[in-house]
């Protein structure tokens, strides 16, 4: 995690962000959308603000947000939640993932994620003392799959945890019902306890004629799995409020009691009236929320098909993603064999920063290695900055 000089490393999509900054050139690096939140839930957290209390929340998180999360799990999934003990609010997705895999995972074990995986697992699994596996996700026509015989192979008697993601930073592979079944099956097994990383739970893209369905699939609604399953979640993707840092988790009462007796210390507790606020918005599905959620989503569909269409034209084999804001494209075809060194000269010679894939590999790795040519353009930006991106990428040509 530091480097030989003592300097702490900057995660990639700070990098890359900081090279968009400087270039000027359209970020499609960084995962974040370049327009605000709701302003119907600012004004609410607004006047949280104002009227206070403004001191510390209660551990677990408000008890507002811990049911407002409950009633979610059971309005969308019919999952059975209990507010008071199976509930933790936590800063993000990123503390929710940190703190759950400190509290299960002791040096020894081994820990499971999907390859190529989001950045912060492996830092947290190094953080643990634990060994880092993990299981590729393969490229074919349709998208990423996983190979039921490296699944069998992955799990090993020392697999304590299977962090999974689905919808999946960064390939947009939505797991279905078939292929979380081969992960079930194996969790069980090996008596496994799966955390899952749900943040883009809602950005999901519906086939043609059948673009309002959500395909996600909660592992923790297969047979026998909510009992294991640590299911996290996040308002910054569905409502658009990263920088709020509002996140949660859910599972069993004994595992949401360790992982938060971890959290306490942390960062003990995360703004109250940021939670307030988003609690109100997450149980008004039917209302202004909900009316946002959907149009977010068809938006977001609409600009992943601009964007595919542009990087086709241009000569990448671009793979058109069913969930995340995020699309990989392989660059082969244009003639570049390292993503690395083409991300390093897009901002100078096309005007757009975009991140190699093997930033969420192990580093020489074999899936490291046949993705090598692969790129991650986000589409979560304003037409005008994938506008100027299709101006340039032509030249890479
Ligand atoms: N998991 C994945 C897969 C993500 O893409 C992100 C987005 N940054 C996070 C976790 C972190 O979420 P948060 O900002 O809520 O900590
Ligand atoms: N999740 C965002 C991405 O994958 C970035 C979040 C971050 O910078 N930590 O691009």
């Excluded at 026509?141 to 999974?164: H, K, N, Q, S």
């Excluded at 086939?207 to 026998?224: M, S, Y």
């Excluded at 660059?331 to 920063?353: H, I, K, T, Y």
């Amino acid at each position: 995690l530091l480097r030989p000089d003592g300097a702490v490393a900057s995660t990639i999509f700070a990098e890359m962000t900081a090279l968009a900054t400087r270039t000027g050139a359209a970020n499609l690096g960084q995962g974040f959308p370049d327009v605000d939140g709701p302003e119907h839930i600012r004004e609410a957290a607004a006047a949280y603000l104002r009227e206070g209390p403004n001191q510390y929340a209660p551990g677990p998180g408000v008890p507002e947000l811990r049911s407002a999360v409950a009633a979610h799990q059971r309005r969308h999934y019919g999952l059975e939640v209990d507010p008071e003990r199976e509930v933790l609010v936590t800063v993000g997705a990123t503390e929710a993932i940190a703190s759950a895999i400190l509290a299960l995972v002791a040096p020894g074990d081994e820990v499971l994620t999907l390859e190529p995986f989001y950045d912060s697992y492996a830092a947290t699994i190094a953080l643990t003392g634990a060994t880092h596996r993990t299981l590729p996700l393969r490229p074919a026509t349709e998208g990423f799959r996983l190979d039921p015989e490296d699944v069998a192979a992955a799990f090993t008697d020392r697999t304590r945890v299977l962090l999974l993601n689905s919808p999946h930073n960064p390939t947009g592979t939505v797991l279905g019902r078939e292929q979380l079944a081969l992960l079930a099956e194996q969790a069980v097994a090996h008596d496994v306890v799966v955390v899952t990383d749900e943040v883009y739970e809602h950005l999901t893209y519906g086939p043609d004629g059948r673009e309002h369905e959500n395909l996600h699939v909660p592992i923790a609604t297969l047979p026998g799995m909510a009992e294991r399953t640590v299911t996290i979640s996040s308002s910054g993707k569905t409502l658009s409020f990263t920088g709020w840092k509002v996140g949660w988790l859910h599972g069993p009462a004994e595992l949401v009691t360790a992982i938060r007796t971890v959290k306490q210390f942390l960062t003990y507790v995360g703004p109250g009236a940021l939670q307030r606020a988003i609690a109100g918005a997450l149980e008004d599905t039917d209302g202004r929320t909900g009316a946002y959620v959907a149009d977010l989503r068809a938006s977001l569909r609409r600009r992943r098909d601009v964007l595919a269409e542009v990087l086709r034209d241009v000569g990448f084999a671009p793979l058109t993603p069913a969930g995340t804001y995020f699309l990989v494209a392989d660059a082969a075809p244009l003639g570049w064999d390292d993503a690395v060194e083409l991300c390093r000269q897009m901002p100078e010679r096309a005007g757009v920063v975009a991140i190699p894939i093997t930033a969420f590999c192990t580093p020489g790795s074999a899936t490291a290695g046949s993705l090598r040519s692969w790129v991650r353009f986000t589409f979560v930006k304003s037409m005008p900055v994938l506008e100027q991106a299709a101006a340039g990428l032509p030249r890479l040509r």
